[in-house]
């Protein structure tokens, strides 16, 4: 009798298939566009890349066909590269879009209207001269003078909007030059304990 090869084994197999660039499957990044599986076990993969011309293109199909070829029974392997339709970041799974925009998304739930920032730690001068922020657990993160200037500016009497447009107008820049910047700092400060954010 000859054993059947699935589809879930064949998606179990592709998801230890990673792409060399991002610590995530193919699965997971959303590459996999079809399986299809014929009766004598020869599996037909149609995949896409996140972008033509993609270095790592031949090494991405090597390694497909690496994964699948460890499934017991399984025929010939075939890996179609498609380009239609295009790859977007959409087609990647929850957990894959966490890991990808996990910087960019808002780990802490803040209002820029509404939170108001105070500043945690210390500010230590390292015997060299340069400054650091120490938080309140002892650990030293390295920082230039604009940021220790954010960071005083967060007295606890100013929302993030309020922040957002005094450092824009200290640094002379439009505020939607700096918005993006200023939003992804709060959430670094937030998580290394050197900001609170209330509401």
């Known amino acids: 009798m000859v054993f059947k090869v699935n589809q879930q084994m064949v998606v179990d197999a592709l998801k230890k298939c990673m792409d060399p660039e991002v610590p995530l499957s193919v699965v997971d990044l959303g590459l996999i566009y079809g399986v299809d599986i014929s009766d004598k076990n020869d599996v037909n993969i149609k995949m896409t890349m996140t972008t033509r011309g993609c270095p790592l293109h031949d090494t991405l199909v090597k390694d497909v066909k690496k994964y699948l070829g460890k499934i017991d029974g399984i025929g010939d392997i075939n890996v179609e590269i498609v380009w239609d ?17 996990g910087k960019k998304t808002l780990r802490f ?91």
């Open 85 to 101: 339709p295009p790859w977007t970041p959409e087609r990647m799974s929850p957990e894959a879009k966490d890991k990808i925009y």
């Open 109 to 199: 739930s803040i209002d820029l209207e509404k939170s108001k920032l105070t500043k945690l730690g210390s500010v230590l001068q390292q015997p060299d001269g340069s400054l650091a922020l120490m938080n309140e657990q002892n650990q030293g993160f390295m920082v230039n003078d604009a940021l220790i200037e954010f960071w005083k500016m967060c007295d606890g009497t100013k929302t993030i909007n309020e922040l957002i447009d005094t450092f824009s107008a200290k640094l002379n820049m439009q505020r939607s030059d700096v918005e993006k910047e200023v939003v992804e700092l709060v959430q670094q400060m937030l998580e290394a304990n050197l900001l609170k954010a209330e509401n």
